[in-house]
């Protein structure tokens, strides 16, 4: 049984920071793909950050629209078996409930149907 559990989410003023936390239980190896997604009112949900292991390093991707790029940060630490979201400057448009999200698989692309588990999801919301 795998369980990913979220938390660090709030509300904040525009310009401020959140690190996100999702704590991962279950069998979800170390060198499987590991990603953040919000969703918004209204909006479909989106990926903002993913990373899986590579041979050398760790792969760590951000979406190609640059929304986010430079203010994210996403990180994991394997003793703890936590995955971090680390977010700075944050706008507005960042409110969204943020999941974090499994795909036991080496590799992932920003499909989220194509993750396996899922968190329930924590709060950010983002004040002007």
């Known amino acids: 049984q795998v369980q990913l559990q979220e938390s660090g989410g709030g509300s904040v003023q525009a310009g401020g920071s959140l690190r996100l936390t999702c704590e991962v239980s279950?069998?979800?190896?170390?060198?499987?793909?590991m990603g953040w997604f919000r969703q918004a009112p209204g909006k479909e949900r989106e990926g903002v950050a993913r990373?899986?292991?590579?041979?050398?390093?760790?792969?760590?991707?951000?979406p190609d629209s640059g929304s986010v790029k430079g203010r994210l940060t996403i990180s994991r630490d394997n003793a703890k078996n936590t995955i971090y979201l680390q977010m700075n400057n944050l706008k507005p448009e960042d409110s969204a409930v943020y999941y974090c999200a499994a795909r036991t698989a080496r590799t992932c692309t920003w499909n989220s149907n194509t993750f396996d588990y899922w968190g329930q999801g924590t709060q950010v919301t983002v004040s002007s």
């Open positions: 279950g069998n979800v190896a170390s060198r499987d793909c």
């Open positions: 990373m899986y292991p590579g041979t050398n390093r760790m792969h760590t991707y951000y």
